[in-house]
């Protein structure tokens, strides 16, 4: 008698790793495949800014894949920057777009588990969709941003202690400014933003804004980066005329509700952020993230 019985399929197995030059275009072809709003071609465009950042030592520069039988069946995109700030400076991951084949969501933890597996580390997902987002919690994700305030900064009657005076990066500021910051509003002009320091007779703060259109039509900025906003709502008034001669007149910042001192607009439930890690994030603390660097 013969056993016409097919041999059981093997078992393939999957491991994560890190993402390397070669798996360029495989990575590319996850992502087109699981974000079908986003074009090839913008794909490539964020893996080939991705090739051209340096990173913090031993950490991924593209991020990790799942990888079973010789095909990538799995991707996280993570964007790792080391932040200037008082003292050392704060090392943070923006866990940017990921994708698991459905064959193979069953290992979605272990792309995930490997992507957050450091303590120093301050990971930041800031565009998690609807859907995701209790995903995004059960990693032990904390929301710390509920909404936007959009802010007409140029109407601010603040009083910012003294005369204060924006300048561009290109210009040297007359006053105290740390050089780790100086190279951050460089990278940042370098992107598409405008950096600017508010300059006072103490010492000269960055910021950083990133051209936007709200509803797709109104000329805005979006607040990329600052020390604290407090300094952003003490100096609005001379920074909302710079912006606002620049045609720029609306400032869209990440908040939990209205900002004291700034006339504006809270929109809650939109855009929510969340971290996971030792350094909360402030507002006005996107450096870095793919919200620069993609173009959310």
């Not at 893996?47 to 593209?62: H, M």
């Not at 979605?108 to 995701?132: C, E, G, M, R």
Request: proline share 8%; charged share 20%; net charge positive.
């Amino acid at each position: 008698m013969v056993n016409s019985a097919l041999p059981p399929s093997p078992i393939l197995k999957v491991r994560s790793r890190q993402i390397s030059d070669r798996d360029i275009d495989g990575v590319v072809d996850l992502l087109t495949r699981g974000f079908r709003l986003r074009s090839r071609d913008y794909w490539q465009r964020a893996l080939q800014k991705l090739s051209s950042r340096r990173v913090p030592k031993e950490l991924p520069k593209f991020g990790y894949v799942l990888e079973s039988g010789g095909e990538l069946v799995g991707v996280i995109l993570l964007i790792f920057s080391s932040i200037p700030g008082a003292g050392a400076p704060r090392m943070r991951c923006n866990v940017s777009s990921w994708y698991v084949e459905p064959a193979f969501r069953s290992h979605a933890s272990l792309l995930i588990s490997q992507a957050i597996k450091h303590k120093n580390v301050t990971y930041v997902n800031i565009s998690p969709a609807l859907h995701t987002r209790p995903i995004v919690e059960a990693q032990g994700f904390s929301r710390y941003s509920n909404g936007q305030f959009v802010a007409a900064p140029a109407l601010s009657m603040n009083d910012p202690g003294g005369a204060v005076k924006v300048v561009g990066v290109d210009q040297h500021p007359d006053a105290h400014f740390e050089p780790g910051e100086l190279d951050l509003l460089r990278a940042h002009q370098e992107l598409g933003c405008l950096s600017v320091w508010g300059v006072t007779a103490q010492e000269a703060h960055p910021f950083v804004f990133m051209p936007r259109r709200a509803k797709g039509v109104v000329p805005c900025v979006q607040l990329i980066h600052c020390r604290h906003i407090d300094d952003f709502v003490r100096l609005a008034g001379p920074i909302g005329r710079y912006l606002a001669a620049r045609g720029r007149p609306l400032v869209i910042i990440d908040s939990n509700g209205p900002i004291p001192g700034l006339f504006g607009r809270y929109v809650d439930g939109k855009a929510p952020k969340y971290f996971k890690g030792p350094d909360r994030p402030h507002f006005g603390d996107l450096a870095y993230t793919e919200a620069v660097l993609f173009g959310l």
